[in-house]
């Protein structure tokens, strides 16, 4: 029926909805809320603006102070005093325990140093020296590997600077370093660089007129790499453990940048209150801490020593910048420059003075009151609270910043609208979440096919790419899955306007992360401050949002809430970098059994979800999203480009450019003798044992082998009938877990090895029998005693308890790593065996002894020097040579 302009038809006519939105230009359909289309590309450059700027506070550190500067600053810590100390150390070249460089030179250049500082002391102050050479050892437990871990008069070299309470209490705070340091590396930053930290802290301290209240215990251990051998002979068995009540422990998983404090306690939260009181460059995460103490990095300090077998609380610094450097041949003083000895210097001796001058050192377990929560803030200051407060804290931020938000929209609507603002809240959560669930199979996908293509690691040196090939694709992942959702969930005719739409989407994002920080607060975890400190950030912007009227306005509210997002960016990004430094060259000495591009992979997905997710709603007000996901498409695909087909995915890389980034390799030069039950030699055969370190290396293996090829560890023939397959296991927790490969070859030469022999077998009864065994020889060796079919080790003279047994190649044995510093004598072992017949009297048990020489470079064969120079120069590899007798009793 035509009706006339200007009539309407009552009787279909439908009540309009209320529209808050009323400035709208028809003629474009856009709402006065839009905005350019530039400004997804802007937020972009935002986002990485931001992370420059927290990159560059990571690793900012202060001038180092020079010999110059004492007349104006007499006592305070100075660099160059430490780096000189730092020098002649690192000049010895690799330490290994056992060597004459760790053994004689560094104890001698220790003493003397010592016995200087002694001269130039204040007279008020006493000081002593005591030079312990321990035997001892105990069952480790380390990655589910359970062993015996021996040792044989290890050096510590332990000083006391007597306090005002030597008299009464005689309490001390200890401090410890270790200056022995693996093959192959001088150990400038792990941990010579630390022992010079802590002779420059005893050069002040001893100078200056007033005596500390309590004593102070300066350890230098000659053994911590074997692992942890000397700090565990210390704590045993020197008379002056008993008085330890703290320790500061000083560590390296790095080369240089700020030292962390990753452990503290445990439950002794006076230690991160005095650490908060006295440390001028606070660098401090609760979160590393209990990622540390999950055991997903493969390392280990002297704090487990100290806390789980002297009962002493603590606190464990580690510098951990530049991990590609660790334990390899660069971790040398050319990459520790002042600054780095200087703030490690200025905290630990402001650290040092608080505590040994405290009212909690006196009687510490009176201050054992739970755990802390603690952090700092891009280095500018330090927060710390208890676990409890935390929990409040998290509860109360959770909450409000679900409900301000909500009632501060509702408000803006009159209170009618509640039921839209409901709707758009849980859209706004429902594409965060499916948005981190994409993302993350993204991610996923593009790490499998990187490592189909033989492009695995493709970022190890260049990390920038992995902004490329993983983080742009998972905020791409995000953008679209949002711009999805809102398709299928959003309604298309709401009332709200454009603005309020969007802050009840970002409500959503409150939502998503204060469920995940309340499931990780209840579940007791203490690093949900992480994702508080992010949603405080909302609830900041949310609440002046709110106070000033702004909920839709014309771009006001965006402004405060893109104001306080620039802090949000500052906080996420810190801890991308710190992820980022830490576990990329973690990668590189994993083993080739995971994909490395997975963990990569799931971080920087992660990574770009908690940096992004405030800001992807945004993308909502942009006139139009094509410029946005064409970028992110753009540098995505180049990206992959680079890393799949071009140089700049090669993922190592050498020192020309004073950054290496290298593949770390072991090869053992191995000559193995076989005896049978009567002592005669059945076989003696030899080779080279390679180890298989990372994702890639298994390619550089084969290519130094050419023109032969290697044989994986687990098929080479001796598996068929020998204990263990006969391999030179020097560390059962990692050679166990790689895979090593074997070569054949001529004999290297070997001098020295640990020899066994049966001095008499004695019968105990119907089914036990004790053998008396001797081992000869002082150097590095592993033992490992595999019992027959039928036989049990009931008991043994090495320790008062027994490991469990590790099974390898369908066998099982009890592990032994035996340690020698000084050179010592023949060692007199009783193993005690069961059997299960009566009167038995075979063979009972294998036995395998492996004696490994490290730098041992002058008895190298021309066959094995060789086999080095294959090695290429963007490698790392550290050669040894091997000795392995296995013997049946």
């Known amino acids: 029926m035509f009706q ?221 790499e074997t692992p942890l051998q000397a700090s565990h002979g210390f704590i045993t068995k020197h008379p002056w453990a008993k008085d330890v009540q703290a320790f500061i422990n000083l560590e390296s998983a790095g080369s240089g940048g700020k030292e962390m404090l990753f452990q503290s306690g445990p439950k002794h939260p006076w230690l991160i209150e005095a650490y908060a009181r006295s440390v001028p460059h606070p660098y401090a995460q609760a979160a590393a801490e209990e990622i540390f103490q999950s055991g997903v990095i493969p390392s280990d300090t002297d704090f487990r020593v100290f806390r789980d077998v002297g009962r002493i609380p603590g606190m464990d610094f580690a510098h951990t910048a530049n991990g590609y450097r660790y334990h390899t041949r660069y971790d040398s003083i050319d990459y520790i420059p002042l600054p780095v000895l200087q703030r490690t210097g200025d905290n630990i001796l402001a650290l040092t003075k608080t505590i040994a001058n405290g009212d909690e050192l006196g009687s510490t377990e009176r201050f054992a009151q739970g755990q802390m929560v603690f952090f700092d803030f891009l280095g500018l200051f330090f927060v710390s609270y208890s676990a ?228 992807t709603p945004l993308l909502f007000l942009l006139k139009k999203t094509d410029k946005l996901i064409a970028e992110l498409v753009a540098i995505t695909l180049i990206a992959l480009a680079l890393a799949s087909s071009t140089h700049v995915g090669f993922p190592y890389r050498d020192d020309a450019l004073k950054a290496p980034a290298v593949q770390r390799h072991y090869i053992t030069h191995t000559v193995r003798k076989f005896f049978d039950y009567n002592g005669g030699e059945r076989y003696t055969d030899s080779g080279f044992l390679l180890q298989e370190l990372d994702r890639n290396a298994k390619k550089t293996i084969e290519g ?82 595999g019992p027959k079919a039928g036989s049990t080790l009931r008991r043994w003279s090495l320790l008062s308890e027994i490991p469990t047994a590790i099974e390898f190649n369908g066998q099982r044995g009890h592990f032994v790593l035996l340690t020698a510093g000084v050179e010592s004598e023949a060692m007199n072992i009783t193993l005690d065996i069961r059997h299960e017949l009566k009167n038995y009297d075979g063979p009972l048990v294998d036995l395998l002894v492996t004696t490994t020489h490290w730098e041992y470079h002058k008895e190298h064969t021309p066959v094995f020097n060789r086999l080095l120079a294959r090695v290429p120069s963007w490698a790392h590899v550290v050669p040894s040579v091997a000795a392995v007798y296995s013997y049946t009793f």
Not at 180 to 200: F, H, K, N, R, T
Not at 462 to 485: D, E, F, M, R, W
């Open 704 to 785: 130094i082998a050419m023109p032969d090829s290697v044989t994986p560890m687990r098929e080479i023939p001796s598996c068929e009938k020998e204990l263990f397959c006969a391999i030179p296991f020097y560390s059962i927790w990692h050679q166990v877990l790689f895979e090593n490969y074997w070569l054949p070859g001529l004999p290297p030469i070997v001098r020295q090895a640990v020899t066994v022999s049966l001095r008499e077998k004695e019968k105990l009864n119907d089914h036990e029998h004790r053998l008396h065994l001797v081992l000869n020889g002082s150097t590095q060796a592993s033992l490992i005693i």
């Open 388 to 615: 409890d407060v935390g929990l409040m804290i998290n509860l109360s931020v959770v909450l409000l910043s679900i409900i301000i938000p909500f009632l501060s929209l509702a408000r803006s609507t009159s209170g009618t609208h509640g039921k839209q603002i409901r709707s758009e809240t849980v859209t706004g959560f429902l594409a965060t979440f499916l948005g981190a669930g994409a993302s993350g199979l993204l991610c996923f996908f593009i790490g499998l096919q990187l490592d189909t293509i033989g492009r695995s690691m493709s970022w190890y040196s260049s990390t920038n790419l992995i902004l490329g090939i993983y983080c742009c694709p998972a905020l791409l992942c995000q953008c679209l899955v949002h711009l999805l959702c809102n398709r299928l969930f959003g309604s298309k005719t709401t009332p709200l306007s454009l603005a309020l739409k969007v802050q009840a989407r970002l409500n959503g994002v409150n939502l998503f992360w204060g469920m995940i920080t309340l499931g990780i607060t209840f579940t007791g975890y203490r690093l949900a401050y992480i994702f508080m400190v992010l949603i405080l950030f909302s609830l900041c912007s949310s609440t002046l949002i709110s106070m000033l009227g702004l909920q839709n306005s014309v771009n006001k509210w965006l402004l405060v809430h893109v104001f306080f997002q620039i802090g949000a960016l500052a906080w996420s990004t810190q801890f991308y970098h710190i992820l980022m430094n830490m576990f990329v060259p973690i990668t590189g000495r994993i083993g080739s059994s995971i994909n490395p591009d997975m963990i990569i992979g799931a971080m920087a997905s992660f990574a770009t979800l908690f940096t992004c997710s405030f800001l």
């Open 4 to 224: 006339p302009p200007g009539q309407t038809n009552r009787k279909n006519t439908k009540p309009k909805m209320k529209v808050l939105d009323p400035d709208v230009d028809y003629s474009k359909a856009k709402s006065v809320h839009s905005i350019s289309s530039w400004w997804g590309i802007g937020g972009i450059f935002l986002v990485l603006f931001v992370g420059n700027i927290t990159n560059y506070t990571n690793s900012h550190l202060p001038d180092g102070l020079r010999n110059a500067h004492l007349t104006h600053f007499p006592q305070a810590f100075i660099a160059e005093r430490a780096w000189k100390d730092l020098k002649i150390l690192n000049d010895f070249g690799p330490k290994p325990t056992g060597s004459y460089t760790n053994e004689v030179l560094a104890v001698d250049f220790l003493n003397r140093e010592i016995s200087y500082i002694d001269q130039l002391k204040s007279r008020n102050q006493q000081l002593t020296v005591h030079n312990q050479i321990v035997s001892g050892g105990y069952v480790g437990v380390y990655m589910n590997k359970s062993a015996a871990n021996v040792y044989r008069n290890v050096q510590n070299v332990v000083v006391k600077l007597a306090g005002r309470s030597e008299e009464t209490t005689r309490h001390a705070l200890l401090l410890n370093c270790h200056f022995d340091s693996v093959a192959g590396s001088p150990g400038a930053s792990d941990d010579v660089g630390s022992c010079a930290v802590m002779l420059e802290i005893l050069r002040v301290l001893s100078r200056q007129s007033e005596v500390n209240r309590y004593s102070i215990i300066f350890l230098f251990n000659g053994a911590e």
